[in-house]
């Protein structure tokens, strides 16, 4: 099992950045792929981006490419979401999810 604590999440700006941070615990971190979901008011949650155990492969909603960036840092058990341009529409809870546990979110507000 892996636990998880995101932190990170504010309020900014639209066209502002924000970087989240995923601190996992537990040895399988390294070796299994994250991701981050999102889940806005109302509406259901969403995957936005993941990588994998390595980190040289990334994948991305359409609706975040070009502007949030997925890392990683196995060295600090740390995983993170890099989001710039932000939009209003980008408001939400986010959720990072690493071998099927899940942390308690970070909640992202954008204002326009």
């Known amino acids: 099992q892996v636990q998880l604590v995101e932190s990170g999440g504010g309020l900014v700006q639209a066209g502002g950045s924000l970087r989240l941070s995923c601190a996992a615990s537990?040895?399988?971190?390294?070796?299994?792929?994250m991701s981050w979901f999102r889940q806005a008011p109302g509406k259901k949650r969403e995957f936005v981006a993941s990588i994998s155990g390595s980190g040289e492969a990334t994948n991305y909603a359409d609706f975040v490419k070009g502007r949030f960036t997925i890392s990683r840092d196995n060295a600090k058990n740390t995983g993170y979401l890099q989001m710039n341009g932000l939009k209003a529409e980008d408001t939400a809870v986010y959720y990072c999810?690493?071998?099927?546990?899940w942390g308690q979110g970070t909640q992202v507000t954008v204002s326009s």
């Open positions: 999810t690493v071998a099927g546990d």
């Open positions: 537990g040895r399988t971190f390294s070796i299994s792929f």
